[in-house]
């Protein structure tokens, strides 16, 4: 389906763009998914072709904001792991079950997360005094169930996960960021490995994304770290917001 060199650029330019909305704001296939759509692959095909290529997006992420990281081991593992697991399920999920009932909770899903993101400090200040030292069994089902739905579609993931971060940790917006992109990330980990044996991954396509997007990751997870936060997190919740009203009416 990727037959010339323009298309292949213009992919690999869609990717930067995933990759600088990714690391910033969790939007990546905001950008990447309708690039695929554009290029000629089915719906399906293009949503594993991108969930491939997104590993790109969370390594040029992870390159970006090892400042930001530093530290941050003992917390972001644990969320990892949970969400590697639930991203397999999720790939499991798309490949066995048809898509529509699951799809229609997306736009709820996106706009309800945008919501917390905008309120998250006020969320975390109300629940500070039940703040864990550790993973608590709630942030750890909301992750894991995070992951199932990356894994499975994974357009504003990182929304999801970012206002749940926000929520429950007190740390400045681009260190929660930072540990969002590898956790989100680790969700499609496991998911691409699934579909890589399906026979459905464009690995061209899938080449040239994950391209862009690993150059697009590092200039995005540079850039939040120059941004001021409350803008930053208002203006991506805002976006998820806007995200969630076009999959609704699409």
């Known amino acids: ?75 972001i593992v644990p969320l990892c792991v949970i969400t590697t697991v639930g ?20 736009p709820w899903l ?22 864990h030292h550790g993973l608590s069994p709630a942030t750890a089902v909301a992750a894991f169930f995070i992951g199932v739905y990356g894994g499975y579609f994974g357009a504003a993931a990182g ?5 749940l971060l926000v929520s429950v940790w007190s740390q400045p917006l681009a260190r929660t960021n930072a540990a969002k992109n590898l956790v989100t990330g680790s969700a499609n980990l496991l998911a691409a490995i699934v579909f890589a044996f399906t026979g459905k991954v464009v690995w061209v396509a899938a080449l040239a994304v994950c391209l862009g997007s690993l150059a697009g990751s590092w200039l995005g997870s540079n850039l939040v770290r120059r941004l001021p936060a409350t803008p930053l997190r208002i203006g991506i919740g805002i976006a998820g917001l806007g995200l969630a009203a076009v999959l609704a009416f699409s």
């Open 1 to 75: 389906m990727i037959t010339n060199p323009g298309t292949f650029l213009l992919l690999v330019l869609a990717g930067v763009g995933a990759g600088l909305t990714g690391a910033t704001a969790g939007l990546a296939s905001l950008v990447s998914y309708p690039a695929l759509l554009a290029a000629g692959l089915p719906p399906v095909t293009a949503n594993v072709t991108n969930t491939v290529a997104m590993l790109g997006t969370t390594a040029g992420a992870a390159a970006g904001a090892r400042p930001e990281l530093a530290g941050q081991r003992r917390q």
């Open 159 to 163: 929304v999801l996960m970012l206002a």
């Open 110 to 131: 996106i706009g309800g997360a945008s919501i917390v993101l905008i309120a998250g400090p006020r969320l975390r200040r109300l629940a500070e005094g039940a703040e």
């Open 87 to 106: 991203g397999a399920g999720g790939g499991l999920v798309l490949l066995l079950t048809p898509s529509d009932a699951f799809t229609a909770i997306v």
